[in-house]
């Protein structure tokens, strides 16, 4: 198993930028795929960005391409998500998770607690 801590999340005006941060435990952190998932007051958990094991493939939702970018860091366990032009509605719960199933659709197994992040107009 993975355990997944994330961080960086804060307050911020729209433009600005934010760099989260999702800290991983155990051995075997870069055969996961990883993601970045959020979640808005009344709605549905939404997709955010993916990377695979090696960080040689990324994609994005549509909402966030262009200003989101996912990264990672396999030596330090740990993936990133930088987010810059944040808008208004970026405003959300952000969650990493970890897949390890290797098939899609994704399962994600492991997930997060969450880190907020708002944006301010």
């Known amino acids: 198993q993975v355990q997944l801590v994330e961080s960086g999340g804060g307050l911020v005006q729209a433009g600005d930028s934010l760099r989260l941060s999702c800290a991983a435990s155990?051995?075997?952190?870069?055969?996961?795929?990883m993601g970045w998932f959020r979640q808005a007051p009344g709605k549905e958990r939404e997709f955010v960005a993916g990377?695979?094991?090696?960080?040689?493939?990324?994609r994005y939702a549509d909402s966030v391409k262009g200003r989101f970018t996912i990264s990672r860091d396999n030596a330090k366990n740990t993936v990133y998500l930088q987010m810059n032009n944040l808008k208004p509605e970026d405003t959300a719960v952000y969650y990493c998770a970890a897949d390890e199933s290797f098939i899609v659709p994704l399962k994600y197994e492991y997930w997060g607690q969450g880190t907020q992040v708002t944006v301010s107009s």
């Open positions: 990377i695979g094991w090696s960080g040689g493939r990324t």
């Open positions: 155990g051995r075997t952190f870069s055969r996961y795929h």
